[in-house]
């Protein structure tokens, strides 16, 4: 019988910018925590969440407000053209919350494509990268239309084994398709926004306007819970907004007020490069199959699924926090990360990919 391993349970004491220190003494450059866009603990969110606290911590319902939260949904109304807020207890709410919207607008199934994180209803829809899938979309949407409520889509990276990139041209059909199919379209911008992949929006990169976008924990730099659900108003309920905490909106003004504060796609961008050189080296080993970098986004896709476990526990003992998913090694650097971190995170990867490719010691 084997036992599946269980990987221990590590206990944070501080978390500052891109490092973590456990409480054995270890530190670890964190590339791992994703909603943390602009690093871990960012003194400005808690300076904001603390002020609050101690001015009025209280939430509050029926026709009352706090102010944090009148705020925060001012700003989110004014996030994107032509789309009001919902806010959300966390992401996945802001998710099922956008479905729900669709559903309610049109009741019917909600559509995927193949290779998505979201299985969706029915069969998968074909990523339309040529004129060939393109006209495979058109003939299933075509003969679904009126079932359908929606089709979603994780635009440019889909969060599944491998982490598979498509491009600007594939996400433009994609729109195009929908919209002369009369289907409404969902963009799940929970990793990919707030610059992740070097554009405010993912979606933004392809000059297309879904009906609806979903944000998550992105909102508050990953410090608490929240979500929002941006629709247009043929989706929008009359009221946006939904139950949040006090404390929680102040953390999301905080985080918007620092996000303005620099150029975040400039670093984003930036951060790419380097990941695309330091990374690059590791195209030289026999396992590795690609790499693919978008914005502060790194993959290292390798030929076969590792242990995942191993792989990580290995990656920590450089000093690595990173994640894995099925073939991919995934990079998820803070906005704010400096090139040194940049430089021993990569320089990590290569290091453990190269022992491991080389095979045990004999």
Avoid at 43 to 64: C, K, M, N, Y
Avoid at 139 to 161: W, Y
Avoid at 257 to 273: F, P, Q, T, V
Avoid at 303 to 308: E, N, R, S, T
């Amino acid at each position: 019988m084997t036992i599946p391993y269980s990987e221990p349970v590590l206990t944070v004491t501080k978390a500052r910018g891109s490092i973590i220190t456990l409480e054995d003494g270890r530190t670890l450059i964190d590339a791992a925590t994703r909603n943390a866009v602009l690093g871990l603990s960012p003194t400005l969110i808690q300076l904001g969440i603390e002020s609050q606290a101690a001015r009025l911590p209280h939430a509050f319902d029926e026709v009352l407000t706090a102010a944090p939260a009148g705020k925060l949904q001012t700003r989110l109304n004014a996030l994107l053209p032509g789309k009001r807020a919902t806010v959300t207890p966390s992401g996945r709410f802001a998710f099922e919350t956008a479905l729900s919207m669709a559903r309610r607008a049109h009741a019917g199934d909600i559509a995927a494509f193949a290779g998505a994180a979201f299985a969706g209803d029915g069969a998968p829809l074909p990523l339309p990268c040529d004129d060939a899938s393109s006209a495979d979309l058109i003939a299933a949407l075509q003969g679904r239309a009126s079932r359908l409520a929606a089709v979603i889509i994780e635009p440019l990276v889909q969060l599944t084994p491998g982490l598979p990139f498509h491009g600007e041209e594939t996400l433009a059909r994609i729109r195009e398709i929908t919209f002369k199919c009369g289907v409404p379209l969902i963009a799940d911008e929970r990793f990919s926004g707030f610059g992740r992949l070097g554009v405010m929006f993912a979606h933004q990169a392809a000059v297309i306007d879904p009906d609806i976008v979903v944000l998550g924990e992105m909102l508050t730099g990953g410090t608490l819970p929240l979500g929002a659900v941006l629709a247009s108003n043929a989706f929008a309920p009359e009221t946006g907004w939904g139950p949040v905490d006090t404390l929680t909106a102040a953390a999301a003004n905080a985080f918007l007020d620092l996000y303005a504060r620099e150029n975040r796609l400039l670093a984003a961008n930036e951060i790419g490069k380097k990941l695309a050189v330091e990374l690059g080296k590791c195209l030289k080993l026999s396992t590795v199959k690609d790499i693919r970098v978008r914005g502060a986004l790194g993959v290292v896709e390798l030929h076969a699924a590792p242990d995942a476990a191993a792989l990580k526990r290995a990656l920590r003992m450089e000093g690595a926090l990173v994640a894995v998913n099925g073939t991919a090694i995934v990079l998820t650097p803070a906005l704010t990360m400096v090139s040194k971190e940049l430089h021993k995170l990569a320089g990590a990867v290569f290091k453990v990919l190269k022992a491991q490719a080389a095979g045990p010691a004999s």
